[in-house]
Structure formats: structure tokens, C-alpha cells
């Protein structure tokens, strides 16, 4: 027998990715799921970075890269960030990985361990907590609410400080509940960040994403001295329609980048070639295919939303950025709906793929009992039908 360590072990499945599973499961037997469980967009990578990233395997870039990632490829997120806010990042302080989500841990890895406490303001991205317990830190949560766009307060971070807190993670725009935070509100948290010498990973990779009047920011310019403490993420995953090309990045003081490229290069060896390549042409390139997914996105936004405010008894947010819809179904809890008996945000969620075939996520995997996440990047049309199926359900 093979044991499974203890690190192993005190990890969960990804909830969202153990949702689409089942939704999959389905759909191999024949059934139309609407599903609303995975954060990717529904577009395909646009022409001109497929067509760089076939350039690039013709001209034989089919090799291990440096551990940190080309130096061109470095270069175009250098530009980015001095281009959009102004922020000088040489391409030493950036290192890309196998995706945002591979930087974060690297960040983590390289940052905290036992005894140090990672502060998170939930509801947060389901990843968030795993990779803090994978560490051996802690983590702990500041719950938000609705009525206040889930937006953590700077007195509730204050009060969450502990002489063994170490980290503050953001995420504007957030997934799951696509709030996006003000510069005046992030600006506030940074005083907080400055005052008690946190340092902050700034998960940014909905930045572009952002619908009417919200803006992106990014953490770091807000105050002098916040970049020598602060970690920004992001990728091409969210923005270009590339979640399987598996590129991500983390900006930041260069003793720390060093540190996670030497954790990169004992894992991983570098991200893959190719997919540098084509995230090259993404970054450089001509910028309108991010505005039409944007427009479509928006769009998609308005029509969940209004649909939403349809069904009995849920209460909704309308959020500023990101794919998804988060939302309060907590009053359901004690029915009976399609024979079962809804207690909680999982057996809301089992009930409705098995009874409507409508697949979303429970709020608890983001720890937000009472709340689904619905990701909203789907067809108009399977919107339409998966919201209508929703309705009858609940009704
Ligand atoms: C908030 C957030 N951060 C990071 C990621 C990871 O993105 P990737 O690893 O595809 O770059 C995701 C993906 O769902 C996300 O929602």
C-alpha cells in the first residue's frame, strides 16, 4: 500500500472542476446540461496567436526556455504594465508560469510557511485556500456581504491583523462574486497594507474584463513603497480566450521572483515554449479581440442579470467585472425541490443538475454558504434556456 502524505491529503478537488465533471458525466449519457461551472471564455484563442504560436513551433521554439520565461516574453509584460499603469516592472521582476494559478503557488511557496497566517476576504477564488494550506500556513477569512458589494472594509482587515500575519490576498475583479473594487477602496486597503507591513498578492486577471463605469487598478502603483511589497497576477488566460495554453505571471520585487524561479525550475522547468510564444502575440498584438469578448461579455452580463432578478426568492448583485453571478438561494434551504431536500449550497446545486440539468457551483466551495456561482461565460442562448430551467425549478 502507498500512503498519501499529509499535504496530499489535506488538499481538496478543485470545486468548480469536480462540477464540470459531473456535468460532463451527464453529457456523455446523452443529456443537454446547461452548464454554468467553469471560469473560461466560450471564444476560441484568437487567429493571430494561434498563428504565432504555429510560427513559432515551425521555427523550432520546441525547446526547454529559461526557467523565468523568454526574455521577449518578459519584455511585451513588461510593456503591458508600463503601457496600462504606468509601472516600471524590468523583465527580472516577472516571472511566467504554467498559468496564474501555478504563480500563485509559486508566490506562496516562496513567501509563507507553518505558523504564518494568510488573509483572505471571502468569497474567494476556490484555489485560494488550498494553496495557503499547501504551504503549511493558515489562512484567514474575512467574510463580506452582499449589501456591501462584498467588498472587504480596511477596518476589517485591521481587525484580522495578527502578529503572524504575513499576507493579504486580493482579487478585483473577483471570482466568484465579480466585484471590483474602487481606487479610493483599494487605496484605503493600501494604507491599512502600508501601517502593518503585509505584503499583498494582488490577483489581477480579470483586469481587462470590467463592464460600465468600474475601472481596474492595479495594487501595486497606489502608494509609494507598495510595489516592495506587493505580487502581482495575472495571465492570458481570462483575457484571450487561453485557458489551455497555461500562461500566467507574477510581477514583483526581484528577490522575490528569484526565490519562485528557483521553485519554478525544481517543478516545472519553465513554462511551455509555444504557449510563450503565442502569449507574445496576444500582449503585442492588435488589442480589438479583447474589446469584442469584453462587449459580449457585458452583454451576457445584462441578460443573467435581468434574469436573475426573476427568480423567486434569490437576491443578486450586478458585478462590475469577471464571468460570473453570485448569488443568495439560502432562502430555498428547508424545501423540497425535484424530490430532494435542499439543506445547503451543495444539495441546491445536486438538485438542480439533476432536476433542471442546470450546473452551478456551491457558494460554500468559495467560502459563501447560501450563495451559487454561476459563470455567465456560455451562449446567450444556453443562458436563456439554463435561467428559464432555473425558474421552473425554484417555482
Ligand atoms: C481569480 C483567479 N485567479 C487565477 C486563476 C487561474 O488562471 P490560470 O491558471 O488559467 O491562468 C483563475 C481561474 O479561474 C481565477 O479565477
Known sequence: M????????????????????????????????????????????????????????????????PTNGTPEVRAAIARFYQKSHGITYSPEQI??????????HNALASTVGPGDEVIIPAPYWVSYSDLVTMTGASYVLIPT?????????????RAAITPRSRMLMLNSPSNPTGAVYTRAELEAIADVVLETGLAVLSDEIYEQLIYGDAKGTCFATLRPGLADRTLTISGVS???????????WA??????IKAMGNVQSQETSCPCSVSQAAAIAALDG????????????????????????????????VPDGAFYAFFDVSSHFGRMLGGKEI?????FCLAALDSA???????????????????????????????????????
Open 2 to 65: 502507498i500512503r498519501i502524505s499529509k499535504l496530499a491529503s489535506s488538499v481538496q478537488p478543485s470545486a468548480t472542476l469536480a462540477a464540470a465533471g459531473r456535468a460532463r458525466q451527464l453529457k456523455a449519457q446523452g443529456v443537454h446540461v446547461f452548464d454554468f461551472s467553469l471560469g473560461e471564455p466560450d471564444f476560441l484563442t484568437p487567429a493571430h496567436i494561434r498563428e504565432a504560436a504555429v510560427a513559432a513551433m515551425n521555427k523550432g521554439q520546441t525547446h526547454y526556455t
Open 95 to 104: 516571472l511566467v508560469s504554467n498559468g496564474a494559478k501555478h504563480s500563485i
Open 145 to 157: 456581504r452582499l449589501e456591501d458589494g462584498f467588498k472587504m472594509k480596511p477596518a476589517d482587515l
Open 238 to 248: 481570462k483575457t484571450y480566450a487561453m485557458t489551455g495554453w497555461r500562461i500566467g
Open 251 to 256: 510581477a514583483g520585487p526581484l528577490p522575490v
Open 286 to 317: 492588435d488589442q480589438s479581440c479583447v474589446e469584442e469578448m469584453r462587449v459580449e461579455f457585458q452583454a451576457r452580463r445584462d441578460l443573467v442579470c435581468g434574469l436573475l432578478a426573476k427568480l423567486p426568492g434569490v437576491k443578486s448583485f
Open 343 to 347: 439543506t445547503d449550497s451543495a444539495s
Open 357 to 395: 440539468q442546470v450546473n452551478v457551483v456551491p457558494g460554500a466551495a468559495f467560502g459563501a454558504e447560501g450563495y451559487v456561482r454561476l459563470s455567465y461565460a456560455t451562449s446567450r442562448e444556453q443562458i436563456r434556456g439554463g435561467l428559464d430551467r432555473l425558474e421552473r425549478f425554484l417555482r
